[in-house]
């Protein structure tokens, strides 16, 4: 099947490591243009150089990030922005009396401002030429609070969701498709790098950090914790033609999860 992305001009957030790479990589194979956008600079140029994308290094969270971003990306293409994938995020395990207000705000600003400035800078301008597609990369945690994570986390997940859902009922009109998908444990660098989140249960549970991955990805129905790739591949197709006709949708991607049957 043709995912109908030649050409098209992509933004993806977060790009540098984990689901955010494996989105950028399969857009690439697609013969998609890519801005890679993340932080760290290192990291991000060498994974741009690697994938033949552009790159941005910028934190999203900041007020004019998004301005800069869409600017960039239609100066580096020569043309507006195609697609938006809202990937950039980041959790750990704290407890709800641990949770600053800082940690909130700093949670509230990434999840939810940074995905909102982007889609009020490129939704408008897709809507007006009649095609676009944004996903917004949410969590099982924004369907149903983690016990684990950090509630700041969830919390700010589950507004990502809502945020997502009135964008798309503002531009599915004008061929417009804004979505939202919900992943759970993935095998990315935030889970298995030194000191995030599988060290950080470590310490908490008193067990190895191999059995810390283990042992929470065989919570999931399916029994393991997934590939980045199997996150990515979902996103891609979102924002491909073939889902022109999804539009509001938050599509778990959790091995079964998300205990619901709509
Ligand atoms: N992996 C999972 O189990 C899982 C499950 C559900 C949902 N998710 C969601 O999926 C998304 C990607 O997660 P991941 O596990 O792939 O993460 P990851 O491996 O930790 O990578 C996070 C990426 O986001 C970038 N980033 C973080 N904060 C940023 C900021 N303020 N501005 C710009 N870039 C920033 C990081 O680079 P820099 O640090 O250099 O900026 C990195 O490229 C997140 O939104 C996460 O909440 C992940």
Known sequence: MDLGLHDRACIVTGASKG???AVSRLLISEGARVLM???GEEALRAAAAELGAEWLALDVSRPTAAAEIVAACE????GAVDVLVNNAGRAEIKDLDELTDEDWQRDWDLHVMASMRLMRETCPKMAARGWGRVVNVSSSSGKRPSGSLAMSYSVTKAAQLSLSRAFADKYAADGVRVNAIAPGMALSEGWTGD????DQLSTRLGIGRE???RSQGARSPIGRALEVDEIAR??????SELASGVAGAAWSVDGGTWVSIV
């Open 195 to 198: 000191g995030q989140l599988g």
């Open 211 to 213: 059995e810390v991955l």
């Open 37 to 39: 956008v993340a932080r």
């Open 234 to 239: 979902i996103a891609v197709v979102l924002c």
């Open 19 to 21: 689901i955010g790479l």
């Open 75 to 78: 100066q580096r293409f020569g």
